[in-house]
């Protein structure tokens, strides 16, 4: 039996949380180390993971399967394909990034007197994150859908815990208040997503009474029933699919999000500390976009096609929305939350578009997102620990007085935006191009996305780091070596793929062509020339 | 056929089956032995033979039930044993093994004397010093400064769960009810020990005596009616008649009320009323907060688990045994009691202020979503229940025992604003209380999760898709209140002169640990007990 990688890269961080979880609570710096170390070990496993997969191999590699719960119908069977591979590496590459970036966050305040010897904040901190990567990448591998619910509902109590337990160092409201609003963000998101999840428990058990007829008996492995349902031994009759795929949509829909239940991640990443916006939107979320991919689609194919127009409804006035609200926002935290939920909507516009462009433009999206929210908050991160304050009016000048982070800032920013030379604008070119052959009026709609984030990209840099420097800020240091450190690489990796995105997208591609071929959907033959 | 309904035969030498029945008689033969040492031994030494005796009692018993399903009484080998009155079959002994259990758990609990601070300098434990004294009277004075401990609580303890233990495995109408009575009295009597709060925890005693009477009435009424109906007490008796297939001595005397359905329809609701009061089902839900509340938390727990286990066994074998042939009569019905209770449970769980009230609540929940794998009517449904049973009984335990660790100056701080920031304070408490929460609220990895998937997947199985639906709603609306005790725990500023956590005895300690080890194990290797419950899921008729 060959070496288990998809479980090792699975275990490596969940060992790591516990590991850290345990240093005393005296040893805070130990503690960081160790985190920092079950990071990069988990990033050295997923590279192992990115370089044994094959791009023209089997749709499912690296496969493991093992019996967990005969009596459900589960078992322990963990796959990767293209898409899944992306999105392992994405959140490998990220974490380590994410702990440097919160490596003083979680530390307990001066003035603050010790609750009790066992109360470990940092420790805490860091083995919750950990806990997060291993439950992301557990729904990310999984290709057993009750396997993938369980990581997917159980990564909810971790996110929560740094929610509310984490907050900024920071602000105009007293201490009390800041805590009361940290709480509140906490329990919106874990109700909206607790809710989301347990619509889908409803709809798993509806796909277990549904594939109970298969000679096994029910099953939750998404093979087996792919391909019952290709050979024709499974049918769904049209309601019962609808019905599922509304029961796994609106969960997926909560998590990624998409208007209209999109009202939870501006609080949430407004009120976490950095590092943990950047995982809720860069990381957890992408949990909801992927599962749209793996599952609705490749499990409800009719009933997705079915429901294209309205989702791709929602798409665009999620992008549209998004970026509206993200210009008039006065917190810089959830401007880039409104931001994410614009670029959500493209996401979603892809995968929903169905066609290879889109859909791999989608995949590709979630990576670039990724990376460059990660850039944008990480540094807006730095800045506001700085001066205490998140609001956008209480800066200006910083290019002045911090030339480093203005730069870097703005280089989140153009990535943002979107520029050509960024990763980003690969991706979302893809996904125009994709949502153009097949839906125009999309298409079109969609492209006032972009100039609407042009405009709040720009209005953010021009308001806080052009202009006048204010007094309070004429002191300003600029970004320390660790900070720099933490930036540097994301934006060369933003830069790297902008210009050369060629290794992703061949990982990507012949997934997405499976997925099309679960729909049953090809690419429309370019018109001109049919016209020819 | 049965002596007891059939007076006018010979009589028959009784034929007991003591190996089979050996479990119950261990159980309730060692409460006899501790009245006796109640009454001879010196006062020092009760305390120490009692609960010596209460956990040697029911480690044999617990073997005992090992060895009969080892020996095949919970498959091949079951058997009407006692002559007809009982049955040993697969779900009986599951039950009584997790009645075995929760007993052998609470024992700790009960036994617990390092929480109440030495009353003249005698360690003591929760319950009262001398029941009887009148709450704030000189009697009560003099027994707490001669410091009297009521050590009658084991054998208490051992009647009510030798009660339990023949409560499902009744398989006669008359057995029913005195294992309803055997577990309910010394029940009502516990609830009146509280060595705090005296009054509060004797009006819980005199609510539940009273309503839990009533029941007990119904009940009894709707055993006469059924006898009317069938003419015997025994339920494959009845389940014959029901199905148009009556044996043939029939009571001549009889023959006016025989197989009329009225008799059948309002002695079978009767019957059914009965047993949903001791499960704690809306519309018979009334007494539990009050009770929980009242009640020594070490008693609550106790009752919580242990009544729930009971009482749901006694209603599967009843449901599923004597009245499968009126399946559609009381399906409905059945329905429309799991929906109440798992929203009404859900809903009102969300105003309380009070933890064990919140508990209470949140208990009456479960009790609909138990019912929604009872009413799938198969045996999956009777597999999940059993699991589901097991599952919730030691989450319930540890949650209770978490309760009696947090205290302050007037005993145990059960208002939720004093457990404001408690996750601070003691963080690792905090945490395995968040666990328990997570349990009830069903969060995967947990055993909430496991137990509440096997009950909704029976249920959506045999159709009810709409009963999962509605608990699944339920459960969205209970996390909020679990999730707002997290909260309060851990995202909360800790009041100053809040309560502190009293650090344990190894009893509770170790109890607290093996709910937390069957929390988890559950939750994350369910198969094994699956299987268990699977394989013990038929009824022997």
């Known amino acids: ?532 | 056929m049965n002596s007891w309904t059939h007076a006018q035969g010979v009589l028959e030498t009784p034929q007991f089956e003591w190996v089979a029945l050996s479990p119950t008689l261990i159980v309730v033969g060692a409460a006899v032995l501790g009245v006796l040492i109640e009454a001879f031994a010196p006062r020092r030494y009760r305390y120490g033979s009692q609960v010596v005796l209460a956990v040697l009692a029911l480690a044999v018993a617990f073997a005992a039930v090992v060895g009969l399903a080892a020996n095949g009484h919970a498959g091949a080998e079951a058997q009407i044993a006692g002559m007809g009155a009982l049955a040993v079959d697969g779900p009986t002994l599951f039950l009584q093994g997790v009645l075995l259990l929760i007993g052998f758990v609470s024992v700790f609990l009960f036994a617990e004397r390092r929480l109440e601070p030495a009353e003249h300098g005698r360690a003591v434990d929760s319950f009262a010093a001398q029941a009887a004294a009148t709450p704030g009277g000189t009697a009560e004075k003099l027994a707490v400064r001669s410091g009297y401990t009521t050590t009658e609580i084991f054998p208490l303890m051992l009647f009510a769960l030798g009660g339990m233990l023949l409560f499902p495995a009744a398989n006669d109408l008359l057995i029913l009810f005195i294992a309803l009575e055997v577990l309910s009295l010394p029940l009502y009597l516990l609830c009146a020990l509280a060595r705090r709060r005296r009054l509060l925890s004797q009006e819980a005693a005199v609510k539940y005596f009273l309503l839990g009477a009533f029941a007990s009435a119904f009940l009894l009424f709707g055993i006469a009616l059924l006898y009317g109906y069938a003419g015997t007490l025994s339920y494959a008796g009845i389940a014959d008649v029901i199905s148009g297939a009556p044996s043939s001595q029939v009571d001549p005397g009889l023959a006016a009320t025989m197989g009329n359905d009225a008799y059948l329809l309002i002695g079978g609701a009767l019957v059914i009323m009965g047993l949903l009061f001791k499960v704690g089902a809306v519309p018979f839900h009334m007494w539990t907060p009050d009770v929980y509340q009242g009640a020594p938390t070490p008693v609550t727990g106790f009752m919580a688990a242990a009544t729930k286990v009971a009482a749901f066994g006694a209603l599967l074998r009843l449901l599923y045994v004597t009245l499968p042939g009126m399946r559609w009569d009381w399906e409905p019905v059945l329905w429309g009691v799991a929906i109440a209770s798992m929203l009404a449970g859900a809903v009102i769980a969300i105003t309380q202020t009070d933890v064990k009230r919140l508990l209470a609540y949140s208990s009456i929940a479960h009790a609909g979503f138990i019912l929604a794998g009872v009413v799938a009517v198969s045996p999956e449904g009777v597999s999940s229940v059993l699991f589901y049973l097991a599952a919730y009984s030691f989450v319930t335990l540890g949650a209770f025992a978490v309760i009696t660790l947090v205290r302050d100056g007037d005993g145990e701080a059960t208002h939720l604003s004093k457990w404001a920031g408690l996750g601070r304070r003691s963080p690792l408490l905090a945490g395995v209380f968040a666990l328990f929460l997570l349990a009830f609220a069903g969060i995967p990895l947990t055993s909430g999760f496991a137990g509440k998937f096997a009950v909704f997947r029976a249920a959506a199985d045999s159709g009810a898709m709409p009963l999962v639906i509605v608990g699944v709603i339920a459960s969205a609306i209970a996390a909020f209140f679990y999730v707002r005790v997290i909260v309060l725990m851990f995202f909360s500023e800790p009041q100053p002169g809040g309560p502190s956590v009293v650090v344990p005895s190894l009893m509770t300690t170790s109890m607290l640990g093996v709910s937390v080890v069957a929390t988890v194990v559950l939750g994350v290797a369910p198969q094994y007990f699956l299987d268990l419950a699977g394989q013990a899921g038929v009824f022997v008729r």
């Not at chain 1, 030379?421 to 153009?436: D, M, R």
């Open chain 1, 1 to 532: 039996m060959s070496f288990p990688l998809l479980t090792a890269t699975v275990l490596a961080p969940a060992i790591g949380a516990v590991a850290t979880a345990v240093v005393p609570s005296a040893r805070r710096t130990l503690a960081k180390w160790v985190a920092l170390a079950a990071s990069v070990v988990t990033a050295v496993l997923a590279a192992l993971v990115l370089i044994r997969f094959e791009p023209g191999g089997d749709r499912y590699q690296l496969t493991e399967s093992h019996a967990w719960i005969p009596d459900f119908g589960v078992s322990y069977e963990l796959g990767v394909d293209g898409i899944g591979v992306a999105l392992v590496a994405l959140t490998a590459v990220l974490v380590p990034f994410l702990i440097g970036a919160g490596w003083n966050d979680a530390d307990p305040k001066e003035d603050e007197t010790p609750a009790g010897r066992r109360w470990r904040p940092t420790q805490g901190f860091f083995a919750l994150i950990l806990m997060v990567e291993a439950m992301v990448v557990m729904s990310f591998v999984a290709t057993d859908i009750f396997l993938f619910y369980i990581f997917f509902e159980a990564m909810l109590i971790p996110m929560y815990f740094l929610i509310g337990g984490f907050g900024d160092r920071a602000g105009e409201n007293s201490e009390s208040q800041q805590a009361k609003q940290r709480s509140y963000a906490a329990v919106k998101f874990l109700l909206y997503n607790l809710a989301g999840g347990l619509i889908m428990l409803a709809a798993i058990i509806g796909l277990y009474v549904a594939t109970s007829d298969l000679p096994g008996g029910g099953t939750f492995s998404l093979q087996a029933i792919t391909e019952a349902r290709a050979s024709g031994e499974l049918t769904f009759a049209q309601n019962t699919e609808r019905l599922l795929f509304l029961g796994f949509f609106i969960a997926f829909a909560i998590k990624a999000p998409l208007w209209p239940l999109h009202t939870w991640l501006p609080n949430a990443m407004g009120e976490s500390t950095a590092p943990v916006a950047v995982l809720i939107t860069a990381v957890v979320d992408k949990v909801g976009t992927f599962a749209m991919l793996r599952f609705c689609l490749g499990l409800f194919p009719e009933a997705s096609a079915w429901a294209t127009p309205v989702v791709i409804a929602l798409a665009l006035v999620s992008i549209v929305y998004g970026a509206l609200l993200a210009i008039g926002q006065r917190d810089m935290k959830r401007l880039i939350a409104y931001a994410s939920i614009s670029h959500f909507g493209f996401i979603v516009l892809g995968i929903f578009a169905m066609t290879s462009q889109g859909q791999s433009g989608a995949t590709l999206y979630m990576v670039n997102h990724g990376i460059a929210t990660a850039a944008l908050m990480l540094v807006a991160g730095f800045l506001i620990s700085r001066r205490g304050s998140r609001l956008i009016a209480d800066y200006g000048g910083v290019q002045k007085t911090a030339p480093i982070l203005a730069g870097t800032f703005l280089i989140g920013g153009l990535a943002t935006l979107s520029l050509p030379g960024t990763g980003p604008f690969i991706s979302e070119f893809l996904v125009l191009v994709g949502t153009f052959t097949r839906y125009p009026v999309a298409g079109i709609i969609a492209c006032a996305g972009i100039v609407l984030a042009a405009l709040y990209v720009l209005i953010l840099y021009q308001r806080t780091m052009t202009g006048p420097v204010r007094p309070e800020l004429s002191r300003m240091p600029d970004l320390r070596p660790r900070e720099l450190a933490v930036v540097a690489p994301l934006i060369a990796l933003l830069i790297f793929l902008g210009v050369f995105p060629k290794p992703l997208t061949d990982i990507v591609e012949p997934s997405v062509q499976h997925t099309l071929s679960d729909v049953g959907e090809s690419d429309p033959e370019p018109e001109l020339e049919a016209r020819r």
